[in-house]
């Protein structure tokens, strides 16, 4: 029995009325409150999106600055330790391959003992979830820390494993605005729905890419080509406008840390504006294109079939799936000694950062005319930027044999570095390999014309510079099937000059690329056999001829509206649906409506089996359409239903499965497993 306390009052009671009333000044904080409120009420009259997309861009450039100044501490320190051994060759070997080796294995171990979801590029998974499809916790701001600090040690790595940042920081702003995004429920006190969700995570990838290369307008082009097969209008503002709040941000900082004296471009360019190209020199940016475009089919081939391969061989399978730090260390220190300056690496200008190799193939001057004057081969690069250059020169060599030398070892070295199961991006190798392809063309044009392609009037030099910003656009936007990185180049070195034949060249390497292979991200899907929807390639007549009939799923299990206890007992025994199509009755398949899996558990639980003891007090009568909730169908496909339209509509509406009625009757249903199986055996035959 409880003790009464004085006052009549039990001490529970007396506990919560003195709680609640030793606060102070209870009338004043009222009124705080009240204040508060119709502060919240005036901020969020405009849309509170506008405030939590600029926090979102804010945040993701800040996190981006402060990741690219870390790396270029820790890239320091790795040339000053180079530096620092002397001459003892092989001192200077463990020092080049130990340092990114042990970096590297720390982003695999560390990323991968907090979250297995944190390797690779992220791009693919994120691809997957915008269709519909739930991949658990991939987005949880758990997997954010572990993300963010196996790509900083990644990409401290440097050239010598070759890989970017892009992919990666798309996932850690999609992690960022799903989180914001909770964050926007408490304080606005509203239901976050699926709708919601796809809009932050729309402009979180814009701001990805943004706050990578300063560049919002590609950032969000890029963004929709990459993610989207159908892209809602009403989302184009939140991405050019969380991209542009992060893109301002990146460039702010760095001006703030006297980086810069202004804003500009990332990888300021000096590129000739009054002349930048003859009109003859159109028929080598096409030709370019088109090398750009088979180098990339073949680098999706064998990329494609190198990542199957690592995962089918036993040994390399088995490293994966127990030692990955183990396998790390080994394609790492693989490609540090292959990169080993003294070594093979002196024909690859190995000693240069990611940036650096931008700086020096975008070099406005022709390198072939530059070679005879050179003064010094042997300068660190860093210390005089327009010296970069000379990097790849080599006494032995010519700057054509060094930029062919460079390109035979990193089309291998590019694909092994994919199957590291550590936080990295790929698109900046690729962009760095097409700036190479299309600086050994531009070379290559400026030595077969050294006064240009006209003979008569003034000379009109060729600019290889020019060559190599269409290179990196054209075979970058090969293996990802884009057409917005001819704008991206654009945008990171501030030239426009070449904007024209950029957009050619990169249309050229589309229309090969397209034709043969998928893309980087949807190679990487079927490897990883994610629930994705492939596209339809085929064209051609026939498929268009392919109906829902002949490949829809013929044996559901319905539920009859009159349903009882044994009924509903034997349709969840036969199948594991989350839904289930209920029709008129067994012997008139009209289709009424679908009833969930839990509606159907609270219905057994409610009712009793009719061989249970008398004893038991459930309801012993009641159907499933009298205590059942029937949502109603709102869309429904025809037998007669063609291939491409039920894709169209399965992309547009994310749908995961719809059901196939005859005049109003059930006859099948269409789920993303049978409509994936019909593209690839009837549209898409190998």
Same mark, same amino acid.
């Given at each position: 029995?409880?003790?009464p306390v004085p006052g009549g009052l039990r001490e529970e009671e007396r506990v919560l009325v003195s709680e609640q009333s030793w606060r102070p000044c209870p009338e004043a904080r009222r009124r705080l409150r009240g204040c508060l409120e119709r502060v919240k009420r005036q901020l969020f009259r405009v849309g509170e999106d506008w405030y939590f997309l600029f926090v979102l861009g804010v945040l993701m450039a800040t996190i981006s600055f402060v990741m690219d100044l870390l790396v270029s501490r820790l890239y320091q320190a790795?040339?000053?330790l180079y530096q620092e051994v002397g001459d003892i060759l092989v001192l200077k070997y463990l020092s080049w391959t130990m340092y990114p080796t042990a970096l590297a294995a720390f982003s695999t171990g560390f990323s991968q003992s907090i979250t297995p979801y944190s390797g690779g590029s992220g791009i693919p998974e994120l691809k997957t979830i915008l269709t519909g499809v739930v991949l658990e916790d991939y987005l949880a701001i758990q997997n954010f820390g572990a993300k963010a600090v196996g790509l900083t040690c990644t990409l401290a790595c440097g050239s010598t494993v070759f890989l970017g940042k892009v992919g990666p920081f798309v996932h850690l702003s999609a992690m960022a *605005?799903?989180?914001l995004g909770k964050m926007r429920t408490s304080v606005t006190r509203q239901y976050e729905n699926k709708f919601k969700q796809n809009e932050m995570l729309v402009a979180a990838q814009a701001v990805g890419v943004a706050t990578v290369f300063g560049a919002p307008i590609s950032g969000v082009l890029f963004s929709i080509e990459v993610m989207s097969s159908h892209f809602a209008v009403r989302d184009y503002w939140r991405g050019f406008f969380a991209a542009t709040c992060g *893109?301002?941000?990146?460039r702010l900082l760095a001006v703030f840390n006297s980086?810069?004296?202004? /804003?500009?471009?990332v990888f300021k360019s000096d590129l000739k504006i009054d002349f930048p190209f003859d009109l003859l020199e159109t028929f080598f940016f096409v030709i370019l294109g088109a090398v750009c475009g088979l180098v990339g089919c073949a680098y999706l081939f064998c990329q494609r079939r190198l990542l199957a391969a690592v995962k089918e061989n036993r040994l390399t399978a088995k490293l994966l799936a127990t030692d990955k730090p183990v396998y790390t260390v080994l394609v790492v220190l693989l490609l540090a000694s292959v990169t080993f300056p003294p070594g093979l690496g002196q024909l690859m200008a190995s000693r240069l950062t990611m940036k650096e190799y931008l700086t020096s193939l975008f070099d406005n001057r022709t390198w072939g005319a530059l070679l005879p004057n050179a003064s010094s081969l042997a300068d660190p690069p860093g210390v005089d930027p327009g010296g970069l250059w000379q990097e790849w020169c080599h006494p032995?060599?010519? /700057?054509?044999?060094?930029? *062919?030398?460079?390109l035979l070892m990193k089309f291998w070295m590019l694909i092994l570095a994919t199957t590291l199961p550590l936080p990295a991006g790929y698109f900046m190798p690729i962009f760095i390999y097409g700036a190479v392809i299309g600086r050994l063309l531009g070379e290559t044009v400026a030595l077969l014309f050294p006064r240009g392609l006209r003979s008569e009037g003034d000379p009109r030099p060729v600019i290889p510079g020019g060559y190599a910003l269409a290179g990196a656009a054209a075979f970058s936007g090969s293996v990802?099937?884009? /057409?917005s990185t001819a704008l991206l180049v654009c945008e990171v070195t501030g030239h426009l000059g070449h904007v024209l034949p950029v957009v050619l060249a990169v249309l050229v390497a589309n229309a090969i690329a397209q034709k043969h292979q998928p893309s980087f991200y949807d190679g990487t899907i079927i490897v990883k056999k994610l629930p994705y929807l492939p596209p339809i390639r085929s064209r051609h007549m026939a498929s268009y001829q392919v109906v829902v009939e002949e490949f829809m799923e013929r044996r559901l299990v319905a539920l009859a509206k009159g349903g009882g206890f044994e009924e509903v007992l034997v349709a969840l025994d036969a199948s594991a649906d989350a839904e289930y199509p209920v029709v008129e009755s067994a012997g008139s398949p009209t289709l009424v409506g679908t009833v969930s899996r839990a509606q159907l558990v609270t219905f057994l639980q409610s009712h009793k089996h009719p061989q249970a003891p008398p004893e038991e007090k459930l309801a012993t009568t009641g159907t499933l359409g009298d205590n059942c909730t029937i949502e109603p169908i709102m869309l429904q496909l025809s037998p007669w239903t063609s291939l491409h339209q039920a894709h169209h509509l399965f992309e547009l509406l994310k749908l995961q499965r719809i059901f196939v009625t005859r005049f109003g009757e059930l006859v099948g249903a269409v789920s993303r497993v049978e409509l994936r199986r019909a593209i690839e055996e009837l549209a898409n035959p190998k």
């Open positions: 029995m409880e003790r790795h040339r000053w *605005a799903v989180y *893109a301002f941000m990146f980086e810069q004296e202004t /804003i500009a471009a032995s060599a010519t /700057i054509f044999g060094t930029l *062919a030398f460079f990802t099937h884009t /057409i």
